[in-house]
């Protein structure tokens, strides 16, 4: 059982340049969601997903996409990177009401 | 829209000390309620949850909480901290009404000299 894994754990990218983060756990949680932690600014909600085929909006969802084909994976699209995207973001996933499953994280940086 | 507040950014204790970080959370509906860990290059891990009954719950490595609904509050506390306790804690509420986000608060780093 390997709960919620990240891939990769560390990128750089540069301005302009697209990529995908990866997620996926096998827990068969219905809720998958995505945060980025900056220092001061805690945890905040990029997008999250309470089942296959539905994704919606958190606090921060600019400059990301998201997608739900399967319940076990999640990925997040970068589609132009920007400085102010660099910070190590976390996938996390939950039966409903349950506490959040976290992965290891993912450190991103753009210049 | 809903806030979660963590007053204290930086805590310096003690090994020994005792422990009591604040955490408030601005909604008034049914809530549940968590503390979370995140030790140094590592990923948030759950310390304890509160989703209905006592108030005061206990969790893993001698922490606990209580519960306050009338200060919307979920205080955590440990009586002696050890120095592998240094980690950034974070408070978190789930609002049972809507659908399953979380909101957590900033943080707040705690480092323990031996």
């Known amino acids: 059982n390997a709960g919620v894994t990240q891939t990769p754990k560390f990128q750089v990218l540069k301005t302009g340049q697209s990529m995908t983060l990866q997620c996926a756990q096998d827990?068969?949680?219905?809720?998958m969601s995505w945060y980025r932690q900056d220092p001061g600014m805690g945890l905040r909600l990029i997008h999250y997903?309470?089942?296959?085929?539905?994704?919606d909006q958190g606090e921060v969802p600019n400059g990301y996409n998201v997608s739900r084909s399967t319940t076990e994976d999640f990925p997040l699209r970068l589609l132009s990177a920007a400085p102010s995207q660099t910070s190590v973001y976390f996938c996390?996933?939950?039966?409903?009401?349950?506490?959040?499953?976290f992965g290891n994280g993912t450190r991103l940086t753009v210049t | 829209a809903q806030s979660v507040s963590q007053h204290n950014h930086h805590v310096i204790l003690s090994e020994a000390a005792s422990l009591e970080l604040g955490c408030n959370y601005s909604?008034?509906?049914?809530?549940?309620l968590f503390w979370y860990v995140q030790y140094p290059g590592q990923h948030l891990q759950l310390l304890l949850k509160?989703?209905?009954?006592?108030?005061l719950v206990k969790g893993i490595k001698g922490f606990e909480a209580e519960f306050i609904k009338s200060k919307f509050s979920f205080n955590l506390r440990k009586p002696s901290v050890q120095w592998s306790d240094t980690a950034e804690y974070f408070c978190?509420?789930?609002?049972?009404?809507?659908?399953?986000?979380?909101?957590f608060g900033t943080g707040t780093s705690l480092t323990v000299i031996p």
């Open positions: 996390a996933s939950s039966y409903s009401r349950s506490p959040l499953h």
């Open positions: 978190a509420v789930n609002i049972r009404d809507t659908g399953n986000q979380f909101y």
């Open positions: 827990m068969n949680h219905e809720y």
């Open positions: 509160y989703f209905s009954g006592d108030p």
């Open positions: 997903s309470v089942g296959a085929g539905i994704t």
């Open positions: 909604y008034g509906g049914t809530v549940n």
